[in-house]
């Protein structure tokens, strides 16, 4: 199995959409994602563990968690209401 780079991926958690059903935090495999104390929403936390697996982005019943490489500028997060690894 080839080993997948850290770091090298933006995560952008769509807060308005997040329900908090805590999917992504619970198989995330680098613990990259927290659920919020007071929100109890998904948090971006550790974005510099991300492997780019997919598996949040794919498994979120409310596709309120999206993936984009970092070398592209994602003009979506900056105009959005979002919590990303970079902000």
């Known amino acids: 199995m080839a080993k997948k780079e850290k770091?090298?991926?933006s995560i952008i958690v769509f807060q308005d959409w997040c329900?908090?059903?805590g999917i992504c935090v619970e198989f995330c495999p680098g613990?990259?994602?927290?659920l919020?104390?007071?929100s109890g929403k998904a948090l971006v936390v550790h974005p510099e563990e991300c492997?780019?697996?997919g598996f949040c982005e794919?498994?979120?019943p409310?596709?309120?968690i999206m993936l984009a490489p970092k070398e592209r500028e994602n003009p979506m997060a900056a105009e959005l209401n979002c919590n990303g690894?970079?902000?």
């Open 51 to 53: 492997i780019n697996c």
């Open 7 to 9: 770091g090298k991926t």
């Open 85 to 87: 690894g970079d902000q």
């Open 58 to 60: 794919l498994h979120c």
């Open 36 to 38: 919020d104390r007071t």
């Open 19 to 21: 329900k908090g059903c």
């Open 31 to 34: 613990k990259v994602l927290e």
């Open 62 to 64: 409310d596709f309120a």
